[in-house]
């Protein structure tokens, strides 16, 4: 990039660290997105959100942000919302995507009201009988938190004995917990940058679900890009993957995890709107498929803000 070309994005503040559970890997995220700016000759600088941003963020003549935080406080609108007060324009889904992308349930509610495919669910509330899970939705299932990520909370339950002990591991994250249809079949996730779904990529893990050992610590774990589907196949798990992260009115960036089951049916199960951004994240993989390497991805991300002046 150019030196008018990083110019014109001004002073920008990269967004990191933040109060929720996934606070480590937003710090690793804030730091990728940080180094490659700078890398690309824009003025970036390292804002390790707490509880004193605002007053941090005011007055220190920022254009616009750089959103790195990842899990509640950062990816769920309330950042998104104070920005908007403060008037910088930022990076990624505006307060009402953000917010409802945060919660697994509400995300569900309203794919399924649009006549888009996602598991049957039900909520569990302390005091929910196993058996009446088990007849709604069959076993087995996963039980998660509807408000947390990076798999934090989650199991799969084989059977409804199972079920009470599931239930109160999710809820040590917040009193909202589901219990999800299990998908038996390839995971996948889809990448959207600027409207556009990126190639699939698909997940392969030996453990039973891709969780939060096999998103961070494993060595086992595989990414599949090309995905391995054919032509037609991929096309709609991208034109669904577009369709649903559309439907929350999500933008900007983000990744939408799905899962094909054995007949080849595909499921959604959610919208990140701040996704991992470390170089060897998934939508950076997504991203190099298409040609589209780690530095020109962030500044790519962080064009998505010109132009977001004059809407506020
Ligand atoms: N309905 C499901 N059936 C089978 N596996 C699932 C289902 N939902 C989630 N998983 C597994 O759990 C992982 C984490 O679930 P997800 O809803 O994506 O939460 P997170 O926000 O933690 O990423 C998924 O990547 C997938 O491996
Ligand atoms: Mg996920």
Redo the contacts with the bound molecule.
């Keep these: 990039m150019t030196a008018d070309a990083a110019q014109r994005f001004g002073r920008v503040a990269v967004m990191m660290g933040g109060w929720s559970a996934e606070r480590e890997i937003s710090l690793n995220s804030g730091e990728a997105v940080l180094q490659a700016l700078r890398a690309a000759g824009v003025d970036a600088h390292a804002v390790d959100v707490d509880r004193d941003v605002l007053a941090r963020l005011g007055g220190q003549g920022y254009d616009r942000a750089f959103i790195a935080l990842h899990g509640r406080g950062g990816e769920d609108g309330v950042i998104q919302g104070a920005l908007e007060v403060l008037g910088l324009p930022y990076t990624g889904s505006g307060v009402l995507a953000s917010a409802l992308c945060m919660n ?1 349930r509400l995300t569900k509610r309203v794919w399924a009201g649009e006549g888009l495919p996602t ?1 049957a669910f039900t909520v569990l509330d302390a005091g929910f009988d196993p058996f009446v899970v088990e007849r709604e939705i069959g076993l087995p ?2 039980v ?1 938190p509807a408000l ?5 909370g ?1 199991s ?1 339950v084989d059977s409804a004995e199972d079920l009470e002990a599931a239930w109160a591991r999710a809820a040590e994250y917040g009193a909202e917990v589901i219990a ?5 079949g390839p ?1 996948f ?1 889809v990448a959207v940058l600027g409207g556009q779904a990126l190639p699939a990529i698909r ?1 392969v ?1 030996p453990r039973s ?4 050992e ?2 961070y610590r494993a060595v086992d774990t595989e990414y599949h890009i090309p995905c391995g589907l054919d032509e037609v196949q991929e096309g709609e798990l991208r034109s669904l993957a577009l369709r649903a992260f559309r439907a929350t009115t999500a933008r900007g960036w983000g990744r939408v ?1 799905l ?1 094909m089951d054995a007949r080849a049916h595909l ?1 959604l ?2 919208v ?1 709107t701040v996704p991992g951004m470390t170089d060897h994240s998934l939508v950076p993989m997504a991203a190099r498929a298409a040609g589209i390497d780690f530095p020109a991805l962030v500044v790519r991300i962080l064009e998505s803000t010109l132009g977001q002046e004059g809407a506020r």
């Design positions: 697994k598991p299932c996963i998660k947390e990520g990076s798999s934090i989650m799969k999800e249809a299990w998908v038996e995971e996730t997940l893990t679900f891709y969780d939060f096999a998103k995890d899962m499921w199960i959610e990140n």
